[in-house]
């Protein structure tokens, strides 16, 4: 009987994880803690192809099974470099300028304290008798 691997994949897209641990371990011999779903089905996929259509040869098995020995393995990772890198240099963003306003640091004139204000003794003449500062 021909296995349609289309219509396996369809159905191993709808089960659930226990389930794919379970068609996992019919068609591996062994349990997976596996619960990543896209991982059990691309293994399941694979075992179903394999079964259905052969698997590697033996002397595919060998040629693979030398490559791996004579591989280069890095046993230790790679050492991190210590050079330092230079911090990137300031960007000056424009500021929305409001033309109504003097331009920052300017003086704001005669007898402005640190708060800008104008003190009550040079008011004029008229806007102290409005505020009663008289």
Not at 15 to 35: V, W
């Amino acid at each position: 009987m021909e296995l349609n691997i289309v219509h396996e994949v369809a159905t191993l897209e709808r089960l659930t994880i226990g389930q794919l641990r379970q068609r996992f371990a019919e068609l591996f011999g062994e349990a997976t803690q596996a619960s990543n779903r896209t991982w059990l089905v691309k293994r399941i996929a694979w075992r179903l192809q394999a079964l259905a259509e052969g698997d590697l040869s033996q002397r595919a098995r060998r040629r693979a099974a030398e490559l791996a020995r004579d591989a280069d393995l890095r046993l230790n990772p790679p050492r991190r470099q210590t050079t330092t890198t230079t911090p990137p240099e300031p960007v000056t963003v424009p500021t929305p300028v409001d033309h109504r306003l003097p331009p920052p640091g300017t003086p704001c004139g005669v007898g402005c304290g640190r708060t800008g204000l104008l003190r009550s003794a040079q008011l004029t003449g008229s806007a102290a008798v409005i505020t009663g500062l008289l």
